[in-house]
């Protein structure tokens, strides 16, 4: 799917019910610390933004000002006014900023998304100073197993199959003079419980549940709620991963 497939009623589904809770992402919150160094007076370019949620949080937790860039209006209108964060209209193939501009680019569920990988690795070269990180934050195949979706909606791996694994990332932002300096998996919690998770949960704001045929959604869902009755106290905690490239 490109940019174009988030129109206002996806957006505004992403928001509601993709968006982590700000106290679910404490792990991210460390990791990044550790592999950024990030600190007040430094710019971070958010690509492909989304709604602004870690623009904000980017902001919020390291005192960094955020340049979220994101191709969809419907999006990019329901990025929270901040007058840290500034929000530009652009690709991460063709970045709208000066050439060695920012300490670190963030790119959350977004390579995925991206035509070409290359162009992609070669705009943030441009765009980065020297030295500055690369973090990617996505579910990659072969790796996605702990992922909730995947928990409980099995046939969404072949959405997940499909994305570019974590060598061919590596190898298309080697051609950029990049190189892999991390990879962790992390835990985020999506939801207090399973069944808030259920609640939250919106088949339009996922490109993955927007993939399954009505049968097998109606499937996950079951399962879904079978395991939310079975264990009331479960937090929904769902793993991606974090890949670092400098
Ligand atoms: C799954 S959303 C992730 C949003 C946000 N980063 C987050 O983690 O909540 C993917 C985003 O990538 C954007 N996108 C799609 N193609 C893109 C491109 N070529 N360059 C930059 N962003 C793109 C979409 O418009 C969408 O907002």
Redesign the pocket.
Known sequence: M??SG?DAGTAAA?REA??IPREGLPAWRQAIAEEAGLAPGMTVL??????G??ATAFHDWFGVRVVA????VA?RELIPAHPAVEVREG???ALPVADASADAAW????VH???DLAA?ARELRRALRPGAPVLI?NSFPGRSERDLRIRFFPETAESVAGYPTVDEVTTAFATAGFRRTALRALPQQSAPTLADFARRLRREADTKLRALDDAAYARGLARLHAAASASPEEPATSWMDLLVLR
Request: charged share 25%.
């Open positions: 490109t940019s988030y992403y993709r968006e958010d690509v492909g933004a989304g709604t949620a870690f860039v994101e191709p969809a999006m690709r991460a193939e790119l959350g569920s977004v998304h991206l035509d992609a934050r």
